[in-house]
C-alpha cells in the first residue's frame, strides 16, 4: 500500500524510495503479512504508509540511573516524530550501566554497537533516534550507527544535577575518590562518608563532572550528530524535554534529505571532535572511542592525532576533574558546548555539515561565555596544552596515555622504582597494609587489565593509594596499568598500555624494583633494564590462561582490538569486508 503524499519541498527522497517501503509497499503476500501485524497493533494504514518510520533506540532499563528519565522522555521523542509526519517505533536496546555492569560495560560496549546495528538492519526503518549517554552508550550506538548509515540523531541523556553535602559541592566519581582517601586517612568519619554517599547523585542523569559521559556526548556534537546546545542540556531541566520532542522533528526532515551519518562524520568532522576533546579535559577514555568511531566511518584516525592537537589546543573548560571547582551545571549556565567551540573556533572545520541541517559554523555563530571563569579564552586557559598526551617507549611501543591536567605536577617528569602487581586483589591487600615499605618516588604498577587481561579493559587504571602514604599526607603519585580510568578520576594515572601484557606486550616483563621513567613534555615512558634482560624474560615468559572458553566472552577475547586501535572487533572494521547487504524480503 502506497501513499501519493509527496516529500517535504528540496526533499531528494520520494515516499516510494523510502527504505521501509519494501516492507509495507509491494502489492504482495509477504508486504500484507507486516500490513496486517501493523494494523493488529492499532496502527491504521495512514498512519505508516508514505511516512519515514523512525526506530528509536532507548537504552532505559531499572538499573540504569543515568537514563532513568529515558522511560518517559522516549514519549518526548515520539511526539516531535508524529509532528513532522513520521512514524515513530520504539526498538529497545542494551542498556550498559556503568554502575552496575561488571566486570566493565567496556566488555558490552561493542555488544550493544552489535546489537543496535542488527535491529537497524533487520527491521523497516528510514531513520533513527539514538537515546543514549551513560558513558559506552553514546559510542556503542553511534558505532552502530555510522556503520548501518542510515539518518540518524543523538539524544543524550545529559548530565545530572550536582551533588551537595554540609554546604560543599559534590562532583560524582571525582569527589568519590577525594573522600575515600580522607576516610581511609582517618580525616573524615563513617557518619561523613554515608553524607557524601547519600548526596553525592540527587538527580537523574549522567556524572555531573567532565568524567566519560559528557566527553562523549560533547564529541558527539563536535562531529555532528546532536542538535546545536544539547550535549550541555542538563538531564532535570525542562529544556532536555524539548530537545527529545526537537530531535523528534529532526530526524524527519534528515530522512527526506538523506543526511545520513558518512555525510557527516567526515575526516574534519572528527578533527573537530579531538579539538573539542581536547580543550574540554576530556576524559582519557575518548581516545579509545573516538578511534574506534572514526575508523567505523572509514577514516585512519589515531593517537598521533590526539598527540598532534594536544600540543596545540589548551584546555579552557575549568570544570572538573581537570578544573578544581567548577561542574557540568556551571558549564550549561556559562553557555555550554556552543560557547566553548565559539570560543576556540580557529582551531575547528567550520563548514563541516551536522545533523541540524546547518554547519558547524552556523550552529556556533554568535553564541557567548556568560562566565569566564568556566570557559576560559585560549590565552588564559587553565593549562597550556590538551587534556591528554601520548606516550611512549621501551614499555609502551605502541603509545599509552596521561591526563597531564589533572595531576600533581611535580610527576610530569619522574623515576622511581616499580612495585608491579599482577592482579587488582594482591594490589588492594598490599595498599591497605601500613607497614608496606613504599614511598611517594615508588612507581605502583598493574598488568593483565587491558581489552584481554581485564578482562574487558576495566576502570582499575586510578590505582588506590597506599594508605601508609595517605596518613603521611601524600594524594599522588605515579601509576601505570593497562587498565582504562573513569574519566571522573585525576592523578599521576599512566594508562591503555600497548600492547597489554596479557599478550605479551613490555609491561608484562617489568620486574618489582625496576626503574621505570616518564617524562611527559618529551612524551617518553621507559623501563630502565638492558635489552638482553628483557630478551631473557621475554622468553621465560608464558602466557596466562584465557578467562572465557565459550559465550560471548570467548568472541571478545578472539576479535578485540587493542587500545591503540580502539578496541573494537576486528571483523567489524570497515575494510573488514563488504559492505553487509540490506535484509531479503520474500
Known sequence: MTDERSAPAGARKKPEELRSARWFGPADLRSFGHRSRAMQMGYAPEEWAGRPVIAILNTWSDLQPCHAHFKTRVEDVKRGVLMAGGFPVELPALSLSESYLKPTSMLYRNMLAMEAEELLRAHPVDGVVLMGGCDKTTPALLLAATSMNIPAIFVPAGP???????????????????????????????????????????SYGTCMTMGTAST?????????MVLPGGSSMLAADAGHIRLASESGR???????????????????????AIAVAMAMGCSTNAIIHLIAMARRAGHAIGL??????????????????????YLMEDFFYAGGILALMNRMREHLHLGCMTISGRTLGENIEGAEVYNEDVIRTLDKPIYGEGSLAVLTGNLSPQGCVIKPAAMDQKFLKHSGPAM????????????????????????????????????GMPEWGMLPMPKKLLKEGHRDMLRISD?????????????HVAPESFIGGPLALLRTGDIVSIDVDARSINMEVPEAELAAR???????ETHYERGYGWVFTKHIQQADEGCDFDFLRTDFGAPVPEPSIY
Request: charged share 25%; net charge negative; hydrophobic share 40%.
Open 304 to 325: 598521533a592525532d590526539f598527540e598532534r592537537f594536544s600540543r596545540k589546543v589548551p584546555v579552557i573548560c575549568n570544570v572538573r576533574p581537570t578544573g578544581d571547582t
Open 250 to 272: 529532526r530526524i524527519v526532515e534528515a530522512v527526506w534529505e538523506d543526511l545520513t551519518p558518512r555525510k557527516i562524520q567526515t575526516f574534519e568532522a572528527y578533527e573537530n
Open 483 to 495: 587498565a582504562r580510568m573513569s574519566g571522573t578520576s585525576y592523578g599521576a594515572c599512566v594508562l
Open 420 to 455: 608491579v602487581f599482577d592482579d587488582y586483589p594482591s594490589l588492594k591487600k598490599a595498599v591497605d597494609d601500613e607497614s608496606w615499605d613504599i614511598t611517594a618516588d615508588h612507581v605502583l604498577v598493574l598488568r593483565n587489565a587491558g581489552p584481554q587481561g581485564g578482562p
Open 538 to 544: 621475554r622468553a621465560a615468559w608464558a602466557k596466562p
Open 216 to 224: 562523549m556526548t560533547a564529541i558527539a556534537e563536535a562531529v555532528g
Open 160 to 202: 545530572m544535577l550536582r551533588g551537595n553535602w554540609h554546604g560543599k559541592t559534590l562532583g560524582s566519581g571525582s569527589d568519590s575518590w577525594k573522600y575515600w582517601d580522607e576516610l581511609r586517612a582517618g580525616k573524615i568519619t563513617e557518619k561523613d562518608w554515608l553524607g557524601v554517599e547519600g548526596g553525592i547523585a540527587r
